[in-house]
């Protein structure tokens, strides 16, 4: 009874930025963590960036100085701020929600980088 939607994907030239949203409705309560991660095709589904209940982060080391995992309580809704993508950023990324020993996941949303 959970659901995530996602939104803030599309096309942009390299060297650019995106700010991807997830706005979480349902009974949400025990978060364990929220997290982006983004499947290239050809490539396995990787974490991109994450946060704990706690506020602690992880980003993957391609995403590091350049990605920017956030979260708004007030309003649900987890963010990643995306700063000058690359090409290789080209994926779909998904957003998930850890509750208690269940996760959810977003639906995904296309991001193409051009160079």
């Known amino acids: 009874q959970v659901q995530l939607v996602e939104s803030g994907g599309g096309l942009v030239q390299a060297g650019g930025s995106l700010r991807l949203s997830c706005a979480a409705s349902?009974?949400?309560?025990?978060?364990?963590?929220n997290g982006w991660y983004r499947q290239a095709p050809g490539k396995q589904r990787e974490l991109v960036a994450a946060?704990?209940?706690?506020?602690?982060?992880n980003y993957a080391n391609s995403v590091k100085g350049r990605f920017t995992i956030s979260r708004d309580n007030a309003k649900n809704t987890l963010y990643l701020q995306m700063n000058s993508l690359k090409p290789e950023d080209t994926a779909v990324y998904y957003c998930?929600?850890?509750?208690?020993?269940?996760?959810?996941w977003g639906q995904g949303t296309q991001v193409t980088v051009s160079s």
């Open positions: 998930k929600i850890t509750l208690g020993a269940y996760a959810y």
């Open positions: 946060v704990t209940s706690g506020g602690v982060t």
């Open positions: 349902g009974s949400i309560f025990s978060i364990i963590a």
